[in-house]
DNA sequence: GAGCACTGC
């Protein structure tokens, strides 16, 4: 999503619009609009509480300014003497680029200096970083290089409360650095010796990068780390417990007041509700833009033609509304549309998903409609499936909607619920570490020396089957050893590379199978969202589109096949128009070929980036030309776990789970039927489908996991 | 012959 509003960054936003002549009144400006936030009137004595407290709960509500300014009362405050780091963690690529780019013009120094940001594919540092913001996906995998994160002095976890997987598991592994960097060196390699030892030798392993580690190792004392934990919300309870009763406080937040408005009754069709809800403020409420959550595509595009079709029966005066949809999924260009201001006189109503909770701010909004629900991943652990549910959201989220008619005014919120139905919501989102698969989590937490995942100090404990039936996963792929330690090589050649294990694995196998250029791409494909991008009204065109890159071996080898033509005319085309040029025809030939380009680009960046991974693991990368058979045969010896036998009616049987599913129509197999194959996904909706489909042998199963398919005598 | 919330490495 391209420049993309944060929920940090609409002041940004107001204060860039001043040019090189008006300079020093722009500085006057920032300076003025610092000392004006609520945190500066208390940054005395946060200063004072951090120097006094190892651990720091701060509260702070929406607009207090905690996320710009503490960082940098912090670096004026001594904090990053002796070269430590202030490392500020986000869940969002976003937010961490934004503020960044806010706090280096407030400290009025170029990006990557003395303020940076790092985030996956775009590392904005420099040696003389001292303020650096990044997502918190990204400092876990710096542990995995530096398992003590000595580089930092400070780390504040901002967004705390969102309780993101990434976020869980980090605040687990700072409590555990703190401890060890509190005690010193000396303390630590006798006292937590084979822990550290551990991570150590991983660190050792996966490249050069251990000075850091040898140093201490040798005597030296570790330096302390501080931590400070931000939090939007009423939860801080659960933080300061965590940290054995860490000190939370509290900084004020600046918001315009919001009216709530319940209904009386509950509603049967809350989308009815809503587009009654929609006309009543368009025609009896003064001006200002209407932000509608719903729960996905499907609901938002048939909002948008009731209201389109019921439009034309108003009066002519009151006809005057547009309605703008936004979701992920949506190309860019139509997602920036909710940015662009309306035609004068007329009102914008704008349809959305969760993504304007948190991920979008949009200007203008004076009335939210929220009808209190929201689809979310579970998951099974039993089965495996990852199902999306639609749920009543909780307190906070109801909240945190609410709050988007706040902004640059007062607002009004209309939940269609009565009032007594919100005090019975739960208080706070399930935290997605107790909703998802954790094959990845338990990859990292072993590769950081983590060894007893049952007696890890999880913030909240993940349910113990799925931590089995992860473990289990580890262990089939051969990433865990009979004692469920991580093996080696294969084991740590996986928590490297970032990717879902079976990918991880399916590479490490591939390099064996001399297809490792080939499955590269596969990998980088099946890991971003839908390559396909098939709008209804041009259905039979997309298809033929697609039929051009399609293999009858199966989908993989097609999204190979499109990978390649998209290289070649790229290539091509930086020959006759250069770079820049060529960046712009590869977006037309995706529109012309039906492909989403974001999820192209995304592709092609994983892909450059996995590359460069498996070199420096020292795996080699040779292509198996035009024969697919040892990539096919590749496939199966890394997702044998989703293997699928033809039954005499034409379904399937998934072997593992013993699940009755079939081929999902999308697939280019869908009408083939081949006896037996691997897919990449199984979803449920109103039948298991199987998604990413390609044509195996049989008896390659037992042949190439044995562990799973041996012959029975 | 089907329809997919949102992030992140």
Not at 413 to 433: A, H, Q, V, W
Not at 607 to 636: F, W, Y
């Amino acid at each position: 999503m391209p420049s993309m509003a944060s929920s940090n960054s609409s002041d940004a936003a107001k204060i860039n619009q001043g040019t090189k002549s008006d300079f020093i009144p722009r500085r006057q400006k920032i300076e003025q609009h610092r000392k004006n936030l609520p945190i500066a009137a208390v940054e005395k004595r946060l200063l004072e509480e951090v120097s006094n407290n190892d651990v720091l709960i701060i509260v702070g509500e929406t607009g207090s300014g905690k996320t710009t300014q503490l960082p940098q009362y912090l670096f004026n405050g001594g904090f990053c003497r002796n070269g430590g780091i202030i490392g500020i963690t986000q869940p969002r690529r976003v937010a961490a680029v934004t503020v960044a780019k806010r706090v280096a013009e407030e400290c009025g120094v170029p990006l990557g200096q003395k303020v940076g940001y790092a985030v996956r594919f775009d590392d904005v540092t420099s040696s003389s970083t001292r303020i650096k913001y990044m997502t918190d996906g990204l400092l876990l995998r710096e542990a995995l290089l530096d398992p003590y994160l000595t580089k930092y002095s400070v780390i504040i976890v901002d967004e705390a409360h969102e309780r993101t997987v990434h976020t869980d598991v980090l605040l687990g592994l700072l409590k555990t650095v703190q401890k060890t960097r509190s005690q010193g060196a000396s303390d630590m390699l006798n006292n937590d010796h084979s822990k550290a030892e551990n991570s150590m030798l991983l660190a050792k392993e996966n490249d050069g990068q251990c000075t850091n580690v040898e140093k201490h190792r040798r005597g030296k004392k570790l330096s302390p780390l501080k931590l400070i934990i931000m939090s939007a919300s009423l939860d801080a309870k659960i933080f300061s417990e965590y940290f054995g009763g860490a000190r939370a406080v509290h900084v004020q937040g600046r918001q315009y007041p919001v009216d709530m408005l319940y209904t009386y009754q509950p509603e049967t069709d809350y989308i009815d509700a809503a587009l009654i809800t929609i006309f009543q403020i368009h025609l009896e409420e003064g001006p200002g833009d209407i932000l509608v959550f719903l729960t996905g595509q499907e609901e938002i595009e048939s909002i948008q033609r009731l209201v389109q079709e019921r439009l034309p029966k108003l009066p002519e005066s009151k006809r005057k509304l547009l309605v703008i949809p936004i979701f992920a999924s949506l190309p860019s260009e139509k997602q920036m549309k909710v940015f662009m201001p309306a035609p004068i006189g007329f009102r914008k109503v704008i349809l959305a998903t969760n993504i304007a909770e948190t991920s979008v701010t949009i200007p203008g909004i004076k009335y939210v409609v929220d009808p209190g629900m929201v689809k979310v991943r579970t998951y099974d652990a039993s089965t495996g499936i990852e199902p999306l549910i639609i749920v009543k959201t909780s307190k906070a989220q109801a909240l945190q909607r609410s709050g988007r008619a706040g902004r640059e005014g007062p607002g009004k919120c209309y939940r269609l619920y009565p009032e007594n139905e919100f005090y019975k919501l739960k208080d706070s989102t399930t935290p997605e570490i107790k909703r998802c698969n954790l094959s990845n989590v338990i990859l990292q937490l072993k590769a950081l020396g983590i060894d007893d995942i049952v007696g890890f100090d999880f913030l909240e404990e993940p349910d113990r089957m799925a931590i089995i039936k992860s473990m289990e996963l580890l262990f089939l792929l051969g990433a865990l050893t009979d004692e469920s330690k991580l093996s080696d090589p294969v084991g740590h050649q996986m928590a490297r590379l970032p990717l879902d294990p079976i990918y991880s694995k399916a590479l490490i196998v591939a390099s064996q199978f001399n297809c490792l250029e080939e499955m590269l791409i596969v990998v980088a494909m099946l890991s971003v969202e839908s390559i396909f991008y098939a709008p209804r009204e041009k259905l039979e065109e997309s298809r033929t589109a697609l039929r051009s890159f399609s293999s009858p071996e199966g989908d993989h080898l097609t999204l190979l096949n499109v990978y390649r033509a998209s290289e070649e005319f790229f290539e091509k085309s930086k020959l006759v128009s250069g770079n820049e040029k060529a960046e712009k025809n590869l977006r037309k030939w995706c529109k012309e070929n039906f492909i989403n380009s974001r999820s192209l680009k995304h592709a092609r960046d994983i892909h450059s980036q996995i590359r460069k991974n498996v070199e420096q693991m020292g795996l080699r990368v040779t292509s198996c030309g035009d024969d697919m058979l040892p990539l096919r045969r590749c496939l199966a010896a890394s997702f044998f776990l989703n293997a699928a036998l033809k039954q005499p009616d034409g379904t399937y049987r998934a072997l593992s789970s013993g699940l009755m599913v079939q081929i999902h129509p999308s697939s280019v197999l869908f009408r083939m039927k081949p006896e037996c194959i691997i897919f990449d996904e199984l979803v449920r909706t109103n039948q298991n489908y199987v998604r990413n489909v390609t044509r195996i042998d049989f008896l390659w199963l037992a042949e190439l996991a044995p562990q799973c398919y041996a012959l029975q005598e």
